[in-house]
């Protein structure tokens, strides 16, 4: 029988012993390979200590999770292809670096999602931001859209989906097909996200296994008010 216990880690720098660092909840190791957590490092540990701790405030909420957001977002960018760049540094030597193949634009699926673009902005320069909200019918529990708005040229362009949340993968799933429907390939989209459950990620592994999911925690599971 599986354990109820979250996994757990001894996390602390290099040259402390086990012993002199305390353990702390880490993510449960996600068992699809188009699903990548961050590294369960002290900074990230300590950043979502923060944000879920309930007698965080307001504003130190937003601050932690604008950090947690932007680590998201740099490690999105990892995923991307790039090509060779040859460059000549000021003092006149060569350097042979790389830069993005293609170009990119954030759809946020709304309202929660919104919280994501000021991150992504901070790291892509006048990155380009579509926007999709669906909402769910409390009745059926079921996904419905209700608006889009999305670059024209968006099949043309690799996508960074943005909500923070992922529970059953309802909405997030949906806004992946109005994604496809506009043109824009299943490989093209990475999905950031910042706690997720292992129900939401293994639909969305299981339904888009080309589709890369970037999260930095996956959850035990969902409670009853899923």
Not at 22 to 41: C, D, G, K, M, Y
Not at 91 to 118: H, L, N, T, W
Request: neutral net charge; proline residues 8%; charged residues 25%.
């Amino acid at each position: 029988m599986a354990s109820n216990e979250p996994p757990k880690e001894c996390l602390g720098p290099e040259y402390r012993s086990k012993e002199e660092k305390p353990q702390a909840t880490v993510s449960t190791t996600p068992s699809h390979e188009n699903v990548l957590i961050l590294p369960q490092t002290p900074q990230l540990i300590s950043l979502l200590t923060m944000i879920r701790d309930r007698e965080t405030d307001r504003a130190n909420f937003i601050f932690y999770s604008n950090r947690i957001i932007r680590l998201l977002v740099e490690e999105g960018l990892n995923h991307l292809p790039v090509h060779p760049k040859k460059i000549t540094t000021p003092v006149g030597r060569p350097y042979d670096g790389v830069e993005f193949e293609g170009k990119i634009c954030g759809v946020s699926i709304m309202r929660a999602g919104e919280s994501m673009e000021q991150g992504l902005r901070d790291c892509c320069r006048s990155v380009r931001i579509g926007k999709i909200l669906i909402q769910r019918d409390e009745n059926t529990s079921k996904p419905h859209l209700f608006y889009e708005k999305l670059p024209t040229d968006i099949a043309n362009r690799w996508v960074l989906l943005l909500d923070p949340m992922l529970a059953t993968g309802g909405s997030a799933l949906m806004a992946v097909e109005v994604l496809i429907k506009h043109g824009v390939p299943e490989e093209h989209i990475l999905f950031l996200n910042l706690i997720a459950s292992p129900e939401g990620v293994s639909n969305f592994a299981k339904r888009f296994p080309k589709l890369r999911v970037v999260t930095a925690f996956i959850d035990q599971g969902l409670d009853s008010n899923k």
